[in-house]
């Protein structure tokens, strides 16, 4: 296993991380997976012996039992160096003051992941959505606070844009508060649009990026085709939104079409495309099961050659959109080669 410094801190993380929305399976999150206390320890098991020492989490997930389940399976394992991030901000229940980023929710947010984790410290804290509603110098000030408490090590931020990241990173500089040092995102071959201005912050502001649903939701395992529906699509779940299956498909192919010659799955493919990308720390994966967890574990030792990677570059190469319409080169051009220190005034 890799491990890799997460953005300008000291902190080092494993090119894999173990996402654990699969855990505990209540409510909507049903339809991505169930796995229970036995089946989570098991898993986490299985992912600490391959070298992962970072586990995500959330609050919302399951309605805290994914967190319950995690405090509980680690037990005395959180003695060997495994790293906990967890998130707040979503709704987790029916009060004015359940959901958001003020200081009030994510302070006891806070304290509430921290007993059900059975730990005394989140050692990555991430504000998981932007709030239009509460100041962002309240919220800097709330995770301030808790770093100062000494209850969360760094803070991240998750499913931001590119402004409201500058935004937040602003307020921490004039301030002398708490910053972000990471950033966790949706980012896959099939949805590109990080490229545009996630990830040119990141390099530019040294955030380190970890990538959710990189596998987008399983459609770029190689387990599913053209009319060959998902299961979680079957169950009703449908993020990350699919605005081109056509382009989909004819990515999953090339995929399959590398994973056959190699002998891997198009699993692993996606994912090593993913951590050759600037500025990626860590991929958080997920499992149903023990070998899908396995299979995918295999993919931070596989290194794509660059004729493999031009091919999936040009297949899964994205419309360019508005306001980068005058911008006549590729993502790649624009980044370089993933192993070359970046020229940030070619971004």
């Known amino acids: 296993m890799e491990y890799r410094t997460l953005g300008r801190s000291g902190l080092k993380v494993s090119t894999l991380t173990l996402g654990t929305m699969t855990f505990g399976g209540a409510g909507p999150f049903a339809a991505v997976g169930n796995s229970d206390l036995a089946e989570a320890s098991r898993i986490i098991d299985t992912c600490i012996d391959a070298g992962i020492n970072l586990i995500d989490t959330a609050n919302v997930y399951s309605n805290g039992l994914s967190e319950e389940i995690i405090g509980k399976a680690l037990g005395g394992k959180r003695k060997n160096d495994v790293l906990i991030a967890s998130k707040a901000r979503m709704r987790i229940g029916t009060g004015p003051n359940d959901e958001g980023l003020s200081r009030h929710h994510l302070i006891r947010e806070c304290e509430k992941s921290l007993k059900r984790l059975k730990t005394d410290v989140i050692d990555i804290y991430f504000v998981h959505q932007w709030d239009g509603l509460t100041p962002v110098e309240e919220t800097i000030a709330a995770l301030d606070t808790l770093v100062n408490q000494g209850k969360i090590r ?4 998750s499913n931001y844009s590119g402004w409201q990241v500058m935004k937040a990173l602003a307020v921490s500089d004039s301030r002398h508060q708490a910053r972000f ?3 966790q995102i949706h980012y896959t071959l099939e949805a590109r649009e990080a490229e545009y201005e996630l990830l040119p912050i990141s390099v530019d ?5 970890l990538v959710w649903s990189p596998l987008a939701g399983g459609l770029l395992s190689g ?9 979680r699509q079957l169950g009703g779940w449908t993020e990350p939104p699919i605005r081109d299956e056509d382009r989909l498909w004819r990515i999953v192919d090339v995929l399959s079409d590398i994973g056959k010659a190699r002998g891997v799955s198009g699993a692993q493919v996606a994912l090593a495309w993913l951590l050759g990308r600037p500025a990626v720390s860590s991929l958080v994966i997920g499992a149903r099961n023990e070998a899908q967890l396995k299979d995918n574990l295999a993919a931070a030792s596989l290194s794509l050659s660059e004729e493999e990677r031009q091919r999936l570059d040009v297949v899964s190469r994205p419309p360019v959109l508005y306001p980068y319409w005058h911008q006549q080169f590729t993502a790649r051009d624009r980044f370089g080669p993933a192993d070359k220190v970046l020229d940030r005034s070619a971004i």
């Open 205 to 209: 502001q040294g955030l380190g990026v």
């Open 154 to 157: 760094y803070i991240g931020c």
């Open 181 to 183: 040092v990471t950033q």
């Open 223 to 231: 387990k599913y085709h053209r009319d060959s529906p998902t299961a």
